[in-house]
């Protein structure tokens, strides 16, 4: 006997295609360089950091388009860097390496050679431009949740354990915040990094209370590991009573609005607490290369400046 006698049909999942990409990424653009300028007052610094940040970004966009990602696009955040998010209904866990990878890896690279020909040549603006490749990139490759790094590691080593992932992004935030104050206490700044810690913290919370339905759910024996598309009218209807149990806001609405306009709500709530399925197609080799790669990003900047005499860098840094 068909599931539709017991249960109704699950509503639509309306996805919101991301509208005005070039134009919203022109915008934050426009509005980091802006924000960076009344602060900073310097626009040779801004100018090299825009375009670190952008070809940075582009390499994950651009694996991104190559992989085919949904609703990809790329935003700057004033004071914080910029990032690109894309969507799949299915991810493979080599794809995901391979897209987090095209950030950091090739922007080591680059400012390998800018620092390199910029010694060669003793021209000023390339090493300038390739130590904010340096720092921007290897700060980003450090194991910490939400950077490049942080899901590297995870990518790495998870196996479907939310507990993990959620003590991971704890400690991130805390080191975040502890790094942050360590820095305003000796006067070189950290207010950014320290804001930055407790975001990440409202995140961590947000993390722990899908973990709380998730385990509920576990403890139900409903596989939440799939996507909307392939959800049966029936683990809807259970996931859908374990999220409204657990989201008081949204039985407060319901009395407000009619069925209707609920459905795509409880839609999009219910998605949400899906986990997509990612593909572990990546062979020990592979893994073995990318970590390679990884620690290569930090030994390689270290090989570069103890080959070269930059004192004319330095001396010419010095005299401005």
């Given at each position: 006997?068909?599931?539709?006698?017991?249960?109704?049909?699950?509503?639509?999942?309306?996805?919101?295609?991301?509208?005005?990409?070039?134009?919203?990424?022109?915008?934050?653009?426009?509005?980091?360089?802006?924000?960076?300028?009344?602060?900073?007052?310097?626009?040779?610094?801004?100018?090299?950091?825009?375009?670190?940040?952008?070809?940075?970004?582009?390499?994950?966009?651009?694996?991104?388009?190559?992989?085919?990602?949904?609703?990809?696009?790329?935003?700057?955040?004033?004071?914080?860097?910029?990032?690109?998010?894309?969507?799949?209904?299915?991810?493979?866990?080599?794809?995901?390496?391979?897209?987090?990878?095209?950030?950091?890896?090739?922007?080591?690279?680059?400012?390998?050679?800018?620092?390199?020909?910029?010694?060669?040549?003793?021209?000023?603006?390339?090493?300038?431009?390739?130590?904010?490749?340096?720092?921007?990139?290897?700060?980003?490759?450090?194991?910490?949740?939400?950077?490049?790094?942080?899901?590297?590691?995870?990518?790495?080593?998870?196996?479907?354990?939310?507990?993990?992932?959620?003590?991971?992004?704890?400690?991130?935030?805390?080191?975040?915040?502890?790094?942050?104050?360590?820095?305003?206490?000796?006067?070189?700044?950290?207010?950014?990094?320290?804001?930055?810690?407790?975001?990440?913290?409202?995140?961590?919370?947000?993390?722990?209370?899908?973990?709380?339905?998730?385990?509920?759910?576990?403890?139900?024996?409903?596989?939440?590991?799939?996507?909307?598309?392939?959800?049966?009218?029936?683990?809807?209807?259970?996931?859908?009573?374990?999220?409204?149990?657990?989201?008081?806001?949204?039985?407060?609405?319901?009395?407000q609005v009619s069925e209707e306009e609920l459905d795509p709500i409880f839609a999009s709530q219910v998605n949400n607490v899906l986990v997509t399925p990612l593909k572990r197609d990546t062979s020990f080799l592979f893994r073995i290369l990318v970590?390679?790669?990884?620690?290569?990003?930090?030994?390689?900047?270290?090989?570069?400046?103890?080959?070269?005499?930059?004192?004319?860098?330095?001396?010419?840094?010095?005299?401005?």
């Amino acid at each position: 006997m068909s599931e539709y006698n017991f249960y109704p049909e699950k509503p639509q999942l309306i996805e919101q295609k991301q509208k005005g990409g070039m134009s919203l990424t022109f915008f934050s653009l426009v509005l980091f360089i802006l924000v960076f300028y009344l602060l900073v007052d310097e626009l040779n610094f801004i100018i090299y950091l825009v375009v670190v940040l952008l070809i940075h970004e582009l390499g994950h966009f651009i694996a991104m388009k190559l992989f085919r990602y949904k609703n990809v696009r790329m935003l700057f955040i004033p004071l914080m860097g910029a990032f690109v998010q894309g969507v799949k209904s299915n991810y493979s866990q080599r794809e995901s390496l391979i897209v987090t990878a095209a950030g950091p890896f090739p922007g080591i690279l680059l400012g390998s050679a800018c620092i390199y020909y910029g010694d060669q040549w003793q021209i000023q603006m390339l090493v300038s431009v390739g130590m904010l490749f340096y720092l921007l990139n290897i700060i980003n490759l450090l194991p910490l949740d939400p950077l490049d790094g942080g899901q590297l590691f995870k990518l790495l080593v998870r196996k479907n354990n939310e507990v993990f992932i959620l003590i991971f992004a704890f400690i991130s935030s805390l080191a975040m915040i502890g790094v942050g104050w360590y820095l305003y206490s000796i006067g070189s700044g950290g207010v950014i990094l320290m804001l930055f810690g407790f975001f990440m913290g409202f995140r961590v919370r947000a993390m722990q209370k899908k973990y709380e339905i998730h385990k509920e759910l576990k403890g139900n024996g409903v596989d939440y590991t799939t996507t909307y598309k392939l959800l049966s009218n029936e683990t809807y209807a259970k996931i859908k009573r374990v999220v409204l149990e657990n989201t008081p806001t949204l039985q407060r609405y319901m009395g407000q609005v009619s069925e209707e306009e609920l459905d795509p709500i409880f839609a999009s709530q219910v998605n949400n607490v899906l986990v997509t399925p990612l593909k572990r197609d990546t062979s020990f080799l592979f893994r073995i290369l990318v970590i390679v790669f990884w620690i290569g990003s930090f030994v390689l900047p270290y090989f570069i400046f103890m080959n070269l005499d930059l004192q004319w860098f330095l001396d010419f840094s010095n005299a401005v």
